[in-house]
């Protein structure tokens, strides 16, 4: 299994950057995909997971409402909008993802698969 993260970067105050993550190796339709986030210093904090299908999503309340989570399933692919950034939301962004269907899991420790990261980094 395998899930590559891209689509960070560096970006102003308010601005948007949609990250992606491709899956591959994983066949089964019972499987969830998230996005985490590590900033320096800090513990990997859940920002968002999504089913299979795309139709169950869950969201950490801290998020709700500029990052939005989606999945494409023909690409294996799952997508990370997030709009209006601010400094804060800088960090290191993994995609994941475990071969169970509950999807309201924000721990770290229920996820098999992680990708390699990508950097997201908001400058005022």
């Known amino acids: 299994v395998q899930l590559q993260a891209s689509g960070g970067g560096l970006v102003q105050v308010g601005g948007s950057l949609r990250l992606s993550c491709k899956v591959s190796?994983?066949?089964?339709?019972?499987?969830?995909m998230a996005w985490f986030r590590q900033a320096p210093g800090k513990e990997r904090e859940f920002v968002a997971a999504?089913?299979?299908?795309?139709?169950?999503?869950y969201y950490a309340d801290s998020m709700k409402g500029r990052f939005t989570i989606s999945r494409e399933t023909a690409k294996n692919t799952v997508y990370l909008q997030m709009n209006s950034l601010r400094p804060e939301d800088t960090a290191l962004y993994y995609c994941?993802?475990?071969?169970?269907?509950?999807?309201?899991?924000?721990?770290?420790?229920?996820?098999?698969?992680w990708g390699q990261g990508t950097q997201v980094t908001v400058s005022s």
């Open positions: 994941a993802a475990k071969p169970r269907r509950y999807i309201y899991d924000d721990f770290t420790s229920s996820y098999n698969y």
């Open positions: 999504v089913n299979w299908s795309g139709a169950g999503i």
């Open positions: 190796g994983l066949t089964s339709s019972g499987y969830t």
